[in-house]
């Protein structure tokens, strides 16, 4: 029995693969020589349809492991790796190493040769192996005919019992191989070289049954068999994927075409839709501007392409009654106190709250007020802060402090854009008009703007209060006029 490992046979290489693909494995312990002698000894022996695969697996069970586990178990936790019961496993040779202690070795040993054949039906025991090998190394060996599988059971392997356990590959497989058949000169070489200290006898059998196989003409098949269609089928492929691309691209623009012609189709509405208006003699900016002439409420500041800037003035009219009176109640409230926190003085806040019960609960008087816009086509509606507006026609009306100070319209923005997209300008320019006669009592920060343009201690003041018989006054004179009033009562 020789030690030498043996990696390279030409039983193993890969042109064998190709030639026995029906007798098939992995190395054992790093060595290739048992699937090799496999393929030189079976290969002439299996029918057509027949195959064989070799497994190699071990497990590791000390006495310590197995005292109190049932025998059965043992058997099926040993072979759990390969599972021999697998009914549908046909052709398996099968070699489990035993690497336990030597007591939970030789229990696992004694376990298979009482257990194995009951918990896995259909197989039976090949005595002939045990006894051979006995004088080597332990052996049990196990045969199911139907499925033509082998399993063998070996303690301890290592390279050298593995060389010799290949003696046993004809014996344990005996409806390949009857004693009776005999074996060539060749395979007699081979099996006799196992007995050799060295493995030039076994290399050297090797090579006397290679020559019964073109594994030449083999390799030679495999690497260059279709040669001269690979770039054909390379061209093929090539093409399958540029015809998909292709496929592809025009999907893509079958969905780009239908979008345009969807798109084509809106416009042509359109266009109709502004020829027919224009013939009308409406379009041009004739209903805007019927509008801006017989509203004497706007004033046309500038007009450069579709974009038009315009002041409005008129009175205050939306507001929180509600919100009103809760501020007017609260001595706390910026109707009363300050930006600096300190109470109004300019005018007495009692004064004032007169005023604003005046104009916004009683409504015997109004509060002028005016805010200026730009509205586009393109760009939709803009509230314009810190606008100089036109003199004469806006002194004395206050600008609306959420539009002029702050930019904020509220949510009178998205309505306009709306009406804007639909080319409705009257219906925009209406709401730049009602977002001009809003005041939000409970938005503090404007409002402290407010009441200081009231109480006259911002940069603007003005008459912006009209009385009944329609004269503008400023605060102050409008607070006047109301106590003459009481006291006319």
Known sequence: ?????????????????????????????????????????????????????????????????????????????????????????????????????????????????????????????????????????????????????????????????????????????????????????????????????????????LEKLAKNYDFRGARIRSLLSGFESKFER??????????KSTDSRIDEFNNNIKTLLAKRNDLCVKLMGLEQKIASGTAGGSEVMEYFLGNKRLYLEEVYDTDVTFSVKGYLAYYDRDAVERVLKNKNSYVFIDR???????????????????????????????????????????????????????????????IDMFHCMSGHVPVINNLLKKNDYIGAIEQCVASAQNLNWGDSTVMRNFMANLYGTNDWSGACIELPDGSAVEPLEAIKWLEAQEKKM
């Not at 699937?35 to 029918?47: C, D, E, H, T």
């Not at 696992?108 to 004088?135: C, P, S």
């Not at 070489?189 to 030039?200: I, S």
């Not at 390379?234 to 015809?243: C, F, K, N, V, Y």
Request: charged share 25%; proline share 5%.
């Open 234 to 243: 390379q061209e093929l492929e090539r093409a399958r994927s540029d015809l």
């Open 340 to 402: 600096s926190g300190n109470e109004y003085t300019a005018i007495a806040p009692a004064r004032m709250v007169k005023l604003l019960k005046a104009v916004f609960l009683d409504e015997k008087l109004k509060l002028r007020i005016c805010a200026a816009f730009r509205l586009s086509a393109r760009n939709g509606v803009t509230a314009l802060t810190n606008h100089a507006f036109p003199t004469p026609e806006f002194s004395g009306y206050m600008p609306n402090p959420h």
């Open 1 to 205: 029995m020789f030690r030498t490992t043996i990696t390279e046979t030409p039983f193993t290489s890969t042109a064998a693969a190709g030639v026995f693909e029906n007798i098939s494995g992995s190395p054992i312990l790093g060595d290739v020589s048992f699937l090799a002698s496999m393929r030189a000894l079976l290969a002439p022996r299996l029918k057509e349809g027949d195959s064989v695969s070799l497994s190699y697996t071990s497990s590791r069970f000390r006495k310590a492991d197995l005292d109190g586990v049932s025998k059965r178990d043992i058997v099926s936790a040993v072979c759990g790796a390969f599972n021999p019961g697998d009914g549908r496993t046909r052709g398996m040779f099968a070699i489990h190493n035993l690497r336990g202690d030597p007591e939970g070795n030789l229990q696992t040993m004694k376990t298979m040769e009482e257990k194995f054949t009951e918990v896995y039906a259909g197989y039976t025991r090949l005595d002939i192996i045990t006894a051979f090998f006995r004088k080597s190394f332990p052996v049990v060996c196990f045969l199911n005919e139907e499925r033509k599988n082998t399993v063998l059971f070996v303690e301890n392997m290592d390279t050298k019992r593995m060389h010799y356990l290949q003696l046993a590959i004809l014996p344990s497989v005996p409806w390949y191989f009857k004693p009776d058949d005999g074996i060539t000169e060749e395979e007699n070489g081979l099996l006799h070289a196992f007995m050799e200290k060295e493995p030039a006898a076994y290399q050297a059998a």
